[in-house]
């Protein structure tokens, strides 16, 4: 090869050298690496949401609760506007020009071409305003989304609030995106799946200044939104709002439950607040206030509120030692002013032999002291230990130590101890007894039971032996109702017992039998009930009463706390009759008027302001 | 008559076959990616594939020409020629208009027109005529300062223009001259350092002085196998770095850096080497040693001068270039748009008129530079393999046929139309895939825009025409 022959093929070799990189390069780009199909499909695809509206919730007689109304996002487009009168559109709005300058100045950070929202959830009214004068405002305009409305300020706890996502729900279920609305608590929360409906989307292609192009694949891949579904709830709004009235100057809450069906009719917690406080540009202003007052408005007592029973459970021990043989409704037990052992004694205030209708009548606290350590001491069952797991399991059938309902997400448990806690706190160094464990003969001690469990038992004593699980829900359109619902629940004691406490019940209601809450009689009501003080380390005790009626054939079950409401009979008891009478007659018969006068008047919130009358905003 | 029927009868018809089939694939993919529903006309001159079918029809015309005219006419004229776009060059620097930066450019109505295109072909004939002279010879000084003056003074000008693309083009006349017996050293000194200064930006210090060291070693064994000079290089270059780092250890005396330790340490141990080399009489080692003394000292020099020197606007886009930094709405974006294009073609292509990132607009420039990308996305892996292998075909053609004529000015002439090819082959279609400087040269034949059209046939059919004079010499 003579040298210009090398020369020529020296470039020759370079030229396809650079040929045959460049070929694996295309290779390597075209048919290896798929990163670069996905980013354009990120380049083209836009998908537009088309949200479907959250269903209606209605009240067991068919009264809308819960509607949407529109609501409308400005957004900006920051490529498309013109220089615009800044204070105008801020006048309009009425919001602050600072904030919205720097609303803008991120959307034009974001993008040029994209939408960024500039300012949320403007009312219908201000919507209807500032659309006149839009054409002064070239680049912005409107995306419309719903907000949920109230026809009654009442039952907020109940159903709870709608609100965006936040990051841990996106992550964990890929149906919600960043900016979407969805139940925070409450109703809300636990029907979101059927209240929601489901998303519609329409893919688009844009070009790169995000102006669409047309449908993607002919739309095949697009789907329609589906509205949500409504929902009927068991609430009696009429009876609510009585209750919420009721309370409203005092801390507490009230549950009332229809027995033969686990429908609950009206859950009351005091202080609340009013659902439209969380609604839209609302929630800016109250959320804060709301967190910070020390009432603990946002706090649900109804199923948070964890309370010792008080005397209210003394049913449970007289059924226990009932089942258990261990009692008979004839069986007496003396109280000398209360329970006496050695240095020991659990105050009472009785000098009188007490069997079991009167004990309840009158809430002997000697009596279940006695019923209590005999159920813990009893031979049969071998050592105290075992006497109390066996006690244990037997409170646990009634629905306590968990919780109750399936729809509240925020319920808590109660706590009724193991038998392990008690070996490693007042049992680790010494052999188990029964006397240290007696203030759980009370209600008091270490057990804690939440209004709703409280609430659930006395249904349980109404249905003389089992339960429906709590439950607001009645119908879903277009949807089954949980079966769940409609199984009874029987507790671990034989029903024929429970006939044999109810007679004491009803005595508490009788003045003749010197009863506890004879003072909250309705006449012409035959009810039942049971009064109860439940020790609070933080103040005055708080007033509980439970109750069911009539008593034949009971349509409610109820339980009442009024936080520091002392006694039973002062406040819960009261309270709880003129619910039940209003529930079942529709009205408060004449003498009673006074009655239900004190109960809205008194002030327990305020106590060094006795007029001051904390109403709802 | 009958010398017209000879002339098309010598003309190389398969290139002119390839050049037409590949302004039509051009022309497909230009109406491709400005289509739109509304103007589906294939002859709307209002639209740029209207256009383009216009200027093709004209270049073809220019070809007619060009063929018919004596092919000593381009000999003769050459320097003519030359000169005339010279001027050209030197008139648009004070009534041309600028576009995207450069002033290059000369608009008449809605014809805009780029000397510098035509400097090229200007130059090639020059070039051509200087080297096919009598009394030309690479070794005379002479010689040598009128090539460096045929090859700087459009490329000053052009640079004056502020358009250093278009000028980098004129590297290309290596090859030919190359060809023609300038030492093979300078073409690759021009590659080596190309290669380094890349590399310099691109790989550690230590990892490039390592690979130096390589190649050093690589080409000294090439020459003559000495492993006990080699071994002893490397002794010094440890034995300093040690020296270096135990220094810093005793005296806590704290150097500006690592890399000035190793800077030094290589420094020594090369003109060790040298030393070394006088003393065993060995002139290959010092040559060497040399090339790695100057190729440490060019790359630190370069990471100095591109940390202190540079705008950070023109480090962004060398870095770009580089792959050093990712950045897809900044400095990259066009590239990375581009990338995305290519990329998403996949093996078969999205098919005729489906391509959704150049039809939406993602890519920049897509009818002009990057054309490229719409064969990329439209019709895939097999697309531009096709595309690729039919530049690659016709430069390899041109370069078979320069050989075989018989005149220096037209063999010369040849290899330069078949290097500008590839150059702007390979600038353009590397700028789409990442492999390439983004500077705004044009895909011949695909690219919309007849200035580059004419361009490239005008340069072509002349080679045709020189060609086609040899065959007829022959009967």
């Known amino acids: 090869m003579d040298r210009n022959t090398k020369r020529k093929n020296i470039i020759i070799l370079l030229f396809l050298i650079v040929g045959f990189i460049y070929l694996i390069k295309l290779f390597s780009l075209q048919v290896l690496n798929k990163t670069y199909k996905h980013s354009a499909t990120r380049n083209v695809l836009r998908e537009v949401i088309d949200f479907p509206s959250r269903g209606l919730i209605y009240d067991r007689n068919g009264e809308l609760l819960v509607y949407n109304q529109a609501s409308y996002d400005l957004l900006i487009t920051p490529g498309e506007t013109s220089p615009f009168d800044t204070t105008l559109l801020c006048s309009i709005l009425e919001i602050n020009k600072h904030d919205f300058i720097g609303e803008v100045k991120k959307a034009h950070k974001y993008s040029r071409f994209k939408p960024s929202i500039v300012v949320k959830q403007l009312s219908s009214e201000k919507y209807a305003l500032l659309q006149e004068k839009m054409y002064k405002f070239p680049g912005f305009y409107f995306h419309t989304r719903t907000l949920r409305c109230y026809n009654h300020n009442n039952a907020a706890h109940v159903l709870g609030y709608v609100g965006e996502v936040n990051n841990s729900v996106i992550q964990k279920d890929n149906y919600y995106k960043q900016g979407d609305y969805i139940g925070i608590t409450g109703l809300e929360r636990a029907y979101e799946k059927e209240l929601r409906g489901e998303k519609g989307v329409s893919f688009f292609l844009v070009d790169v200044h995000n102006r669409i192009k047309g449908s993607y694949e002919n739309g095949r891949l697009d789907t329609n939104s589906v509205k949500g579904k409504n929902i009927h709830i068991s609430i009696d709004t009429e009876l609510q709002a009585y209750g919420e009235k009721l309370m409203q100057n005092m801390a507490g809450s009230i549950v009332a439950i229809e027995p033969s069906t686990g429908e609950i009719l009206c859950m009351v917690s005091s202080p609340s607040y009013n659902p439209e406080q969380l609604v839209g540009r609302n929630r800016i202003s109250y959320f804060p206030k709301l967190v910070a007052d020390t009432l603990l408005p946002l706090f649900n007592r109804a199923v948070q509120a964890q309370y010792p029973p008080g005397s209210t459970f003394k049913m449970v021990h007289a059924l226990i030692g009932l089942h258990e043989n261990i009692i008979t409704p004839y069986t007496t037990f003396h109280c000398a002013m209360g329970y006496h052992v050695g240095n020991f004694s659990q105050a009472c205030h009785h000098n009188r032999d007490f069997r079991l209708s009167g004990s309840i009548a009158q809430s002997c606290n000697a009596y279940y002291t006695n019923v209590f350590r005999k159920i813990l001491d009893e031979p049969k069952f071998g050592g105290t230990k075992n006497g109390y797991e066996i006690w244990r399991n037997h409170v646990v059938s009634f629905g306590f130590s968990r919780k109750v309902t399936h729809e509240l997400h925020e319920e808590l448990n109660g706590f009724i101890p193991t038998s392990d806690y008690f070996q490693n706190n007042l049992f680790r160094y010494s052999r188990w007894r029964s006397l240290p464990l007696v203030s759980i003969a009370i209600g008091q001690g270490e057990i804690l039971t939440t209004p709703i469990q409280m609430a659930n038992y006395t249904a349980i004593l109404a249905n003389r032996g089992y339960y429906y699980t709590p439950h607001f829900i009645m119908e879903i359109e277009g949807d089954e109702v949980d079966t769940l619902y409609k199984e009874k629940h029987f507790t671990s004691i034989d029903t024929v017992h429970y006939e044999k406490i109810i007679e004491g019940m009803e005595w508490v209601m009788d003045s003749e039998k010197e009863g506890t809450a004879a003072d909250s009689r309705i006449p012409g009501i035959a009810m039942c009930g049971k009064t109860g003080t439940a020790e609070n380390p933080h103040g005055p005790e708080h007033s509980t009463f439970i109750a069911f009626a009539p008593k034949e054939k009971p349509v409610i079950a109820i339980s009442v706390y009024v936080e520091n409401g002392k006694w039973g009979n002062l406040y819960a008891a009261p309270i709880a009759s003129l619910i039940v009478e209003k529930y079942i007659t529709g009205d408060i018969q004449k003498s009673r008027k006074n009655l239900e006068k004190r109960m809205m008047e008194t002030n327990l919130l305020y106590p060094d302001k006795p007029n001051y009358i904390r109403y709802k905003e | ?475």
């Open chain 2, 1 to 475: 008559m009958r010398q017209q029927q000879n002339i098309w009868y010598n003309v190389d018809w398969l290139t002119v076959f390839i050049i037409l089939l590949m302004m039509l694939l051009g022309w497909l993919n230009i109406y491709s990616s400005v289509f739109n529903e509304e103007h589906s006309s294939i002859f709307d001159l209002s639209q740029r594939y209207g256009k383009q079918l216009l200027w093709i029809g004209l270049s073809f015309i220019i070809g007619v020409i060009i063929i018919n005219i004596d092919s000593k006419f381009f000999v003769a004229f050459s320097y003519l020629i030359y000169g005339f776009f010279i001027a050209l060059l030197v008139i648009v620097l004070f009534f041309g208009k600028e576009i995207n930066g450069a002033r290059s450019w000369f608009v008449i109505g809605s014809f805009a027109f780029q000397p510098s295109e035509f400097a090229k072909f200007a130059t090639a004939l020059a070039l051509a005529k200087l080297i096919s002279s009598y009394n030309f010879n690479f070794s005379n000084w002479n010689s040598q300062l009128k090539l460096l003056a045929v090859v700087s003074i459009p490329v000053l000008l052009i640079i004056l223009q502020n358009d250093v693309g278009s000028a980098l083009v004129f590297m290309v006349f290596l090859i030919p001259l190359f060809r023609e017996g300038l030492s093979g050293l300078i073409l690759f000194f021009v590659l080596f350092f190309v290669l380094v200064f890349v590399f310099s930006l691109v790989i550690e210090p230590l990892v490039l002085l390592l690979l130096l060291l390589a190649f050093a070693f690589v080409i000294y064994l090439a020459i003559k196998k000495s492993w006990r000079s080699i071994g002893f290089g490397l002794l010094v270059l440890i034995g300093t770095s040690l020296l270096v780092w135990l220094y810093t250890l005793v005296f806590k005396k704290v150097f500006p850096g690592f890399y000035y330790i190793l800077f030094r340490a290589s420094i020594l141990s090369g003109m060790a080497m040298i030393l070394l080399s006088f003393y065993k009489r060995k002139p290959q080692l010092r040559l060497i040693s040399s090339i790695f003394i100057i190729s440490v000292l060019f790359s630190f020099s370069v990471d100095f001068a591109f940390e202190n020197i540079l705008g950070s606007h023109q480090q962004d886009r060398i870095n770009n270039l580089l792959g050093l930094e990712y950045d897809p709405l900044g400095a990259g974006y066009n590239v990375n748009q581009s990338k995305i294009a290519i990329g998403s073609g996949g093996f078969g292509g999205k098919g005729f008129l489906k391509g959704t990132q150049t039809k939406y607009d993602f890519v920049p420039e897509q009818s002009t530079d990057f054309i490229f990308c719409t064969v990329g996305e439209e019709w895939g892996f097999v697309g531009t393999t096709v595309i690729l292998c039919l530049f690659f075909f016709l430069v390899v053609r041109l370069i078979l046929l320069a050989e075989k004529q018989r005149s220096v000015f037209s063999r010369f002439y040849g290899y330069s139309v078949a290097s500008v090819l590839f150059f702007h082959v390979a600038v353009n279609i590397g700028m789409t895939i990442g492999l390439a400087p983004v500077i705004g040269i044009p895909l011949p034949f695909f690219s919309y825009g007849g200035s580059s059209l004419w361009f490239f046939s005008i340069l072509i059919f002349v080679f045709l025409r020189l060609d086609a004079n040899r065959l007829d010499q022959l009967h």
